[in-house]
């Protein structure tokens, strides 16, 4: 058996995207439509502003194309802190305009690659090291205007195998991944979550960037990093714009 | 061909998965709803209540995401009862408040790979061995508050066939997993059934535990194990939380 | 090109499973729901009562699981005569209350690689392996409680191809898969037809047992085979449970 | 680059699936079944009158199984005209009680494999050869009672891949394959339509019988030729009868 | 780690597919197909006409098959103008009378395979270049009668990975399949933008030809290029026709 890398979990996150009933919005009277707009405006208010209060984190993204029209994404201490976000959803008016074509599951995750020392000793570390771990465990939602999130696994496949290799040399791929990650700094903001036994991937990704175009430059880039090229798997990629709660009512309008 | 390992059965096992339509819910009247819940609780508290009467057992868990609202986990003796159970869900008002997204059916099963001896003469198993391999085969479910579940298969790739290797091989291989599991003993707890000829996958893996967290440190663990890099394939998780019948109003309710 | 072993067949298979709209079901009157029942009952004789008549048989089965909850199963000696039985039963009240969730299309088939001598010259062949040919290719519905369907095809990988191998080869794999179905004898009927040409796998195996544990056992032993365990791919696995027609309504009130 | 064979193109293809929406047909009061009947039967029969004015044909199948119900096959100049024919159908009544699940876009097409001198100089082709030619481009629907469609590709893999393969490999396979082909001859009509550009695999591959076991038989045959065995990669299969327009109430009818 | 190939990148795309909904466009009454028709033309009309103030352009086509009946085609200088197209056609009547099936979000991209010197240094690039570099990132639609549109991924298998492969490598198969491209110019427009981060295949091509049978020429003499034998892994293949707005109501009766 090949040696496990330490980890350290964090937040619990649930990426709820929503598809809107168009047929239903253009066809409801303006005062369910008013009702609606108030009810989802309050709920993303009340979720997003638990991040004063250090329980979480949460924030909304319009979503192009079919995939989705809307992400809510949140971090909670708990999973059941998601469940009730998830379910407190279903009692918006708003949710009857809505669906859910799909959603991500996983828990912030930071894990020992690439910093061995802090895991064999995290009081010994410096505080900026201290701090930068808890910021990836419990990570505050940037002020960016862009999202892309996408779930990936690493390849176990019959000539490239991951969970096959000795630790060190997953390890000195992760490094030089994590080169390439420090070229976007102050461009990209990167939130990694495991979602092994929870999702269908092993990892759920989540980008933030003011320019879109960051985010497709970091992720072409990042696949010819060796870990990337070789033993990358990628599933779907949604990319969205974050907005305000109160806009609700005009993105919806068009 | 390669040996074959003995096996028993015991329970079969259905995992019975089911979506809220929430646009009915909320357009429900309150009669209605009530009339749903009351009729939900009895039907989880009479399924749940056969365990006192060592007819198999059942529990209910709210699910995270959009892939299914609440699983309801029915063990057995028979395929007849299982199906008696599905079918009578379906006569509760409640029923009318769900879809059914998935399923899984399998067997509970134990196989001689880590016992042979066991399997050679369960009689002259100690009563402790006996005990445990008749508690893998008729689970009481554990009071523990999350369960993680999803199906596997063993590879039969071109180059790692796991039907292809020596029994030995497989053994040693199992064994090795065998302990990673130990490690986690009293923090999970875990059923295996077999849906060979059942279902769409080889096994179905029930994992339960206090810790969400250790359901995913198990799975990632275990990916390392040369059982699992080399020779797992895996479908769909799902994670969910252990709710008292009494509770599904509250749950529908947010 | 490979040498194509000899075949023979038989009567065209249609599986037809059915899913139940229970919403429908629920909300529907009673004397709705009795003229579904009495509608499909009378169906259900009639198609099974054809066997009698030689020209071919039926069987009904309740399904577990979310994939389907009845199958229908005809054989039929030409593919008009399974349209017709297909189109028949959506002419019934009881359809109303059913969708087509998925279905399979056949011919039975016997094939030359363990007889080869039977097929140069069947009319040499005693009598015990005619009676026994002709019973593979219009087969009698067994009377065991249970049945279990998928499709599979063989493999043609890269280093795998069943359609590569000469013939030989192909033979004695057969024949020992054969030897393995042999321990069962008594216990499990099986019904091969080919539905290449016709669906989207090669062939469809149906299982007939009492015990249902018999059809995971002689499934997963059958995987360590060779033929199997390099050559086999499987799609969906279903396993149901005989009824009489006259069960139809009793099936459906739980 | 490996050599391209030269083709020529003929009719434009549309294979139109349907599905009928046997709820509506049941419910449907005999006024409106019959205005769909007779206005379902005049699009059917106008449209396969085309062939009289060498302007393209179509053909009408019942289709067995959950797939789809009835299959349109149009042949004609333009892609155009295939988009008319197909929005035309929806003008009707009848459609009204139909789905569409699935279609095929293809171009029948001819390439220089077996034939390279005609491709050289076609005006040097023989008569015979010619007429040969230009009936594989502008197809006639043959009198035969049954139709089996599937769409395929030629394999792109690690080890066998098509496109990187000699043509004079390629040349030599193809020839091999139309041998099989020509042991059929009378038994089966085979249209090949090039798919690539317009929709997912490569070719469409139509095959007329009046037997539907030729069917099974050719492509069970065929899967052992060489070029199948290692570079065939196909999709889902469908198996239909003939029936002329005037019976689409008799088959609607059960 | 590989050399990562400069890029630039221009207008963001949307493809956004619609299927008609048939059964409710047969049913409105003419008034309601009228108000449609008025305001689907409204929106085509206006988007098209967004090309005269260089801000991006917009285009229709009829698509042939059950995927899509139609597809806008959008280029805009932001993510944001794109995601209020896509919202401003869910205002319109006419999209009462639609679904989304699909869509693809990517961006218009080049890259330095080809022309490393421009990438180098863009301004010491001849004007000729220059504005061709500039077509290939703000492109006009074309005045042609077809397009065809199908997303893209470079292989990352275990024995042909594109990522792993030197630049140089990377370059000769680019220019070798440029080369194959110039024999189509006039015939064929191609756009190519990258969906990296942004949808689930890394290319979105879009090909635009007076002749439809140009699009499967290309297509297919392409696939014989090493880079897509090899390297090329296809998506969905969608064909359509361009239509002027002020035909949308002609398209829509047939």
Same mark, same amino acid.
């Given at each position: 058996?090949?040696?496990?890398?330490?980890?350290?979990?964090?937040?619990?996150?649930?990426?709820?995207?929503?598809?809107?009933?168009?047929?239903?919005?253009?066809?409801?009277?303006?005062?369910?439509?008013?009702?609606?707009?108030? &009810?989802?405006?309050?709920?993303? %208010?009340?979720?997003?502003?638990? @991040?004063? +209060? #250090?329980? $979480?984190?949460?924030?909304?993204?319009?979503?192009?194309?079919?995939?989705?029209?809307?992400?809510?994404?949140?971090?909670?201490?708990?999973?059941?802190?998601?469940?009730?976000?998830?379910?407190?959803?279903?009692?918006?008016?708003?949710?009857?305009?809505?669906?859910?074509?799909?959603?991500?599951?996983?828990?912030?995750?930071?894990?020992?690659?690439?910093?061995?020392?802090?895991?064999?000793?995290?009081?010994?570390?410096?505080?900026?090291?201290?701090?930068?771990?808890?910021?990836?465990?419990?990570?505050?939602?940037?002020?960016?205007?862009?999202?892309?999130?996408?779930?990936?696994?690493?390849?176990?496949?019959?000539?490239?195998?991951?969970? &096959?290799?000795?630790?060190?040399? %997953?390890?000195?791929?992760?490094? @030089?991944? +994590? #080169?390439? $990650?420090?070229?976007?700094?102050?461009?990209?903001?990167?939130?990694?979550?495991?979602?092994?036994?929870?999702?269908?991937?092993?990892?759920?990704?989540?980008?933030?960037?003011?320019?879109?175009?960051?985010?497709?430059?970091?992720?072409?880039?990042?696949?010819?990093?060796?870990?990337?090229?070789?033993?990358?798997?990628?599933?779907?990629?949604?990319?969205?714009?974050?907005?305000?709660?109160?806009?609700?009512?005009?993105?919806?309008?068009?």
């Amino acid at each position: 058996m090949s040696e496990v890398p330490p980890t350290d979990e964090g937040w619990f996150v649930l990426h709820d995207f929503r598809t809107v009933d168009w047929d239903a919005w253009r066809e409801a009277p303006t005062h369910r439509r008013e009702a609606a707009v108030g &009810d989802g405006v309050e709920y993303l %208010r009340k979720h997003e502003s638990i @991040a004063d +209060a #250090e329980e $979480g984190s949460s924030a909304v993204f319009s979503v192009l194309g079919h995939k989705a029209d809307i992400l809510i994404t949140h971090f909670r201490p708990t999973l059941d802190a998601l469940s009730r976000a998830e379910r407190q959803f279903e009692q918006t008016t708003f949710a009857g305009f809505t669906t859910q074509p799909t959603s991500y599951v996983s828990v912030a995750e930071i894990s020992g690659y690439t910093t061995p020392g802090y895991f064999e000793n995290p009081d010994a570390a410096d505080e900026g090291l201290r701090q930068y771990m808890q910021g990836k465990l419990t990570p505050e939602i940037p002020n960016k205007d862009y999202a892309g999130f996408y779930p990936m696994s690493k390849r176990r496949g019959e000539t490239y195998n991951w969970y &096959d290799l000795p630790i060190d040399e %997953r390890a000195e791929m992760m490094e @030089a991944h +994590a #080169e390439t $990650g420090k070229e976007y700094a102050g461009k990209i903001k990167q939130v990694i979550a495991s979602s092994v036994g929870f999702d269908d991937y092993e990892w759920g990704v989540t980008l933030f960037a003011d320019d879109p175009t960051d985010i497709k430059d970091i992720v072409y880039e990042m696949r010819f990093d060796e870990v990337s090229a070789k033993y990358g798997e990628f599933g779907t990629f949604y990319i969205g714009q974050r907005f305000p709660p109160a806009d609700l009512g005009a993105l919806l309008e068009g």
